[in-house]
């Protein structure tokens, strides 16, 4: 079982909809989460950080963390073409230095 | 805004020489890293550094070394590139438990 898991996608939305993107670890003791935006040919950028269960919110984005089931996702309000791009779900072990990455989900939205 | 800056955005080396990466951070950065990023195979963690002079080996350390004299300067080497080491190389800095600042990459062809 790989450490942190993603659906490589591509999951396809028509532009106005709700993107979600799921991501499973399986780490316990893990205690933050992240999600980077990766545009093809680009090198990743943070858009969202989590460390408590429930929901967190910026923008058009919320993060949603459950540690009982291991699982965090990324909702995309309002999706935008802008949005077309890999997300990488990171997740922070229990020492707090070092991510580990899924492999990411491409994420397409259609006009 | 934390700034890593990688030296340089496209590299052609040939097999057998000995190649520098140099990644320097702007923000007093205890932690630094260096991954490489294959299509299908996500990021994968090289080397990473949590002090001067400290390193540690990450998944895939065959074939590479590091260098940290300097805090802001953390520095990837290939001993003697080969054609599997064709890659993007990325390197991040990060705060404890704050998630990593990515440098712009390195996209390194060995030929």
């Known amino acids: 079982q790989k450490e942190v898991e993603q659906n490589s996608g591509p999951l396809s939305v028509p532009e106005g909809a709700i993107a979600s993107l799921n991501c499973t670890y399986s780490?316990?003791?893990?205690?933050?989460f992240f999600w980077y935006r990766q545009y093809s040919g680009k090198s990743p950028e943070l858009i969202m950080f989590?460390?408590?269960?429930g929901d967190k919110e910026d923008g058009r984005f919320t993060a949603q963390l459950n540690k009982a089931s291991q699982y965090v996702s990324l909702l995309i309000r309002d999706s935008q073409p802008s949005d077309s791009a890999t997300y990488l779900c990171?997740?922070?072990?229990?020492?707090?230095?070092?991510?580990?990455f899924g492999a990411g989900t491409i994420l397409r939205v259609k006009s | 805004d934390v700034k890593v800056t990688q030296s340089s955005r496209y590299l052609v080396k040939r097999t057998g020489e000995k190649v520098f990466l140099e990644c320097v951070q702007d923000m007093d950065h205890e932690n630094m890293f260096w991954y490489r990023q294959d299509p299908g195979l996500g990021l994968r963690l090289i080397y990473f550094?949590?002090?001067?002079?400290?390193?540690e080996k990450g998944d895939i350390p065959e074939g590479y070394s590091v260098s940290r004299e300097k805090k802001e300067r953390f520095s990837l080497i290939l001993e003697s590139a080969s054609t599997n080491q064709t890659s993007m190389y990325l390197c991040a800095s990060s705060l404890p438990t704050n998630g990593y600042t990515f440098g712009s990459g390195t996209r390194l062809t060995v030929v």
């Open positions: 990171a997740v922070e072990g229990k020492y707090g230095n070092k991510l580990v």
């Open positions: 989590i460390y408590s269960n």
């Open positions: 550094s949590y002090d001067v002079k400290m390193k």
């Open positions: 780490d316990r003791g893990s205690q933050s």
